[in-house]
């Protein structure tokens, strides 16, 4: 089921992505805008779209959300991997954006999906305006200094810190980095639909947290080749991470313990939660 309707999510947010970009003007940026934006599990909109159904809303009606969710890691990923952050050559299998053209056009690339991503937000299709005001304003709180960019900041100081991180500040960094995004998309249909957020909210808690563990894991003992990525960077620059703090078998378990914690917050749901469970133990499973 979960396999299933994760295909499903992945080919209706690309086609989606390709309307909105290929309604801009033609040229850069929109050429790499297309570029960046193809590919990818799309967890991100799956968990928007999974969480509106919850909520009894269709696909259509959230379908903004998921792609603005899209848009906006999509520009998380070619700015981390600028010269000036991570510096990688390689993303999703292909040379990195700024491999691909320029800095300058990886950055107006960036730049140009984070405000696509609001712009979508402000679709109609996704009912009252005052339920968009509050999607915008989620997505502004998740990606911006409160968030994932205080996150990354986070992540750039500690390379030159003078001691490693420890496992709370490790947490706290990842909960800005990789959890307020997810947390942004899970809590996205009940947003939309003026629902209690609070099941959902303590599900992408967990499943963020989760998500990150299973990263760190596959930069040890992964394959870059099904990654599509570098892998081992973290050990190279003598990071600390949640292996080299808890041991591989130990990251291993408390990922197991928060795809857990992950499935018993979607309790309220019943069955009807069934595939977002499945994505709880797919976060700690995958291979890339």
Known sequence: MFAARLAEVQDAVQAALDAAIGAL???????????????????????????ARLHGLPDD????????????????????????MDDDD????????????????????????????????CDPALGPAERRVDLAAALARASGAAGMVRGQALDIAAET????LTLDEIVELQAGKTGALIG?????????????????????????????????????????????????????????TFVSLLGLEGARARAAALADEACDALGPYGDAAACLRQAARFVISREA
Do not use: N
């Not at 792609?67 to 000036?84: I, K, W």
């Not at 040379?95 to 300058?104: F, G, I, L």
């Not at 810190?161 to 490693?164: K, S, V």
């Open 25 to 51: 003007p033609p040229g850069q940026p929109a050429e790499a805008m297309a570029y960046a934006a193809q590919g990818g599990k799309r967890l991100r909109a799956f968990l928007v779209l999974e969480g």
């Open 61 to 84: 009606r959230a379908m903004p959300a998921a792609a603005a969710v899209e848009a906006l890691h999509a520009y998380s990923l070619v700015h981390d991997d600028l010269p000036c």
């Open 90 to 121: 390689l993303r999703r299998g292909l040379p990195t954006v700024h491999r691909r053209w320029d800095e300058a056009t990886a950055v107006l690339a960036g730049d140009a999906l984070q405000t696509l991503a609001f712009e979508l937000c």
């Open 161 to 164: 810190a003078a001691r490693p």
């Open 184 to 240: 942004f998309a899970a809590e996205a249909g009940a947003i939309l639909a003026g629902a209690d957020r609070g099941p959902l909210a303590r599900y992408a808690r967990a499943l963020g947290l989760a998500f990150q563990i299973a990263d760190d894991i596959l930069d040890v003992a992964g394959d870059a080749g099904k990654a599509g990525k570098r892998l081992g960077k973290d050990a190279e620059a003598g990071k600390a």
